[in-house]
């Protein structure tokens, strides 16, 4: 299984990025989908996950301003961040459950900054 995101980026407090996730290889039948984050000096953690069928989890620092959403047809899942803070400021990773082991994408750099 391959993950392969894009869409980071540098933007500034209260701007938006969209970040895309690709899984290729044998993830047909993958549980979920999420993205992680980790800031310099901090642990990594869990930013948004949505389960094939659809349910999604949010970190409370993020809720009403991330939105996570899949296509379970082309395997690649979405997060929309609106409203951004220095405090997001992180190298984002997706990762794809599949057959109950997670695989974890290269990582992407979201810079907010003034």
């Known amino acids: 299984v391959q993950l392969q995101a894009s869409g980071g980026g540098l933007v500034q407090p209260g701007g938006s990025l969209r970040l895309s996730c690709a899984a290729s290889?044998?993830?047909?039948?993958?549980?979920?989908m999420g993205w992680y984050r980790q800031a310099p000096g901090r642990q990594r953690e869990l930013v948004a996950s949505?389960?094939?069928?659809?349910?999604?989890n949010y970190a409370d620092s993020v809720k009403g301003r991330f939105t996570i959403s899949r296509d379970i047809y082309k395997n690649t899942v979405d997060l929309q961040m609106n409203s951004l803070k220095s405090e997001d400021t992180a190298v984002y990773y997706c990762?794809?459950?599949?057959?109950?082991?997670?695989?974890w994408g290269q990582g992407t750099q979201v810079t907010v900054s003034a």
């Open positions: 290889g044998r993830v047909f039948s993958y549980t979920g």
């Open positions: 990762t794809a459950d599949v057959a109950g082991y997670t695989y």
């Open positions: 949505i389960t094939r069928s659809g349910s999604t």
